[in-house]
């Protein structure tokens, strides 16, 4: 008998089907944040609240998904999703984490491309990029602090950031050379880059629902099954892929270039949507002219006051070039197709590394791959910030070159001081007053309503 005063706590149970779904639809609507803030609310819900999953199982998963390219965090609901219920369970969580952004994203970037040039909508969208610019630089800030831990790490950033931002290498090259340096150090036993991968998530329980039933000696056989189906799922996954991507290049068109230009991005998205940007920034923008620098920094403000990945800003851009081509309905369709062959790697990739996640974590030269690509992207990062920042900020801009160097040439008359007052809201809201993500969007909306309205 419990002595008195006591409290007995129960052991927590697996979750039904039913019941990880409602929880999967509950993170996929309130999924505001991007990476980290969706991170840490999957951890408070799944590991502290439920304790369906214990803290050492949720951070190798963390870290596995920091591995893999596309967004980490929808990695890892889909992961959590196939550890309770196998391949259907991972379906689930991951499609819910996506759909309802991705829905509300159609919506959003339909308006736009009918009415954007609407006085109000313009307005709007004018007080938005100030706080995009913030939020750029918190992020950041962030990654910095995390990821620049020694000279070496710091050389790696400013040499991407100059081969980005001045000599215009792909974003691919600079991601797949820094990965490349990193796994070299780390097979050569160098300590040139310390781990960056997350580090505790916050307090949780050691041993959770899940981890019991998986330690279980019993399971040993279910486990091995349950290895088999979901190989074979990620391997279906990566076929109706590549067939989608293939039937579509093949057909040519603006589809077909959607589908080839996402279908890249897909595999080598490392560092997270901030990062991808910039090569979006560079071929979107620049090589298929499908937008402005001024709408992607509109798709990136309307992709931050939305549930879901940060990255769904591809399906703005992927639906403004079909849309501008072929009308409403294909804007729509273009929209869809982005989001397919965006996402549709990562449920492979889960599936296929997902049994072996466990024997993964404990890889030092993986670790040091993924701390050198996670410098570089501050680099990445840092470039993204200049590409976004310039045209907002001043109305002429020009280009300066030198040899294979070439860089923006503002013309300083040009500063728009209303841009500049709204960006310095942001800067104030995000790190002077710590309002957070929505009170600054709203504040700075707000002020850019005013100040092109008004003034």
């Known amino acids: 008998m419990a002595a008195e005063g006591m409290t007995r706590v129960e052991a927590p149970s697996v979750p039904s089907f039913a019941e990880a779904s409602r929880l999967w639809l509950i993170v996929g609507l309130l999924s505001f ?10 951890h408070r819900m799944v590991v502290e609240e439920r304790r369906w999953v214990g803290e050492r199982r949720y951070l190798n998963a963390l870290n596995y998904c920091t591995l893999l390219p596309g967004p980490e965090a929808q990695q890892l609901a889909t992961y959590l999703g196939w550890l309770m219920h196998g391949v259907a369970g991972g379906i689930v969580a991951g499609a819910l984490f996506v759909l309802p952004g991705a829905a509300l994203m159609a919506l959003l970037a339909a308006i736009y491309g009918l009415y954007g040039e609407v006085t109000l909508i313009e307005a709007l969208f004018f007080g938005l990029k100030g706080a995009v610019l913030a939020i750029i630089a918190e992020a950041l800030w962030k990654i910095a602090r995390r990821a620049l831990h020694g000279p070496v790490a710091v050389a790696l950033a400013v040499a991407a950031f100059l081969a980005l931002f001045a000599l215009h290498v792909p974003f691919p090259l600079v991601v797949l050379g820094a990965g490349a340096i990193g796994l070299g150090t780390g097979l050569a036993g160098l300590a040139w880059f310390t781990g960056a991968g997350h580090g505790k998530a916050g307090a949780g329980p050691a041993v959770g629902a899940i981890d019991r039933l998986l330690d279980d000696p019993g399971s040993a056989a279910m486990q091995r099954a349950r290895a088999i189906a979901a190989r074979r799922a990620g391997l279906i996954a990566l076929a109706v892929w590549g067939a989608t991507v293939a039937a579509f290049a093949l057909a040519g068109g603006v589809f077909g270039d959607i589908a080839l230009f996402f279908a890249k991005m897909a595999v080598v998205t490392f560092g997270g949507a901030y990062a991808v940007l910039a090569w979006v920034a560079q071929d979107a923008v620049h090589l298929y002219g499908w937008i402005s620098p ?3 920094v509109d798709g990136l403000a309307l992709a931050e006051t939305t549930p879901g990945p940060t990255i769904l800003v591809l399906q703005f851009v992927a639906h403004l070039a079909a849309f501008r081509e072929l009308g409403l309905w294909a804007g729509v369709a273009g929209g869809v197709l982005c ?32 701390a050198a690509i996670t410098a570089a992207v501050v680099g990445v990062i840092a470039n993204l910030a200049l590409v976004v920042a310039v045209p907002v900020l001043f109305g002429e801009v020009g280009r300066w070159q030198a040899g294979p160097v070439s860089l923006p040439a503002p013309a300083l008359a040009s500063l728009d001081p209303r841009a500049a007052l709204v960006a310095t809201v942001g800067f104030a809201g995000l790190f002077v007053f710590h309002l957070g993500l929505f009170r600054t969007l709203a504040l700075c909306a ?8 008004i003034v």
């Open 33 to 42: 944040g991007g990476a980290a803030g969706q991170i840490a609310m999957m």
């Open 294 to 296: 001024r709408e992607m």
């Open 339 to 370: 989001v397919f062959v965006t996402f549709a790697p990562s449920f492979a990739w889960i599936f296929l590394g997902g049994p072996s996640v466990e024997r993964i974590a404990a890889r030092r030269e993986l670790a040091s791959a993924l």
């Open 446 to 453: 707000g002020l850019g309503l005013a100040l092109r309205l």
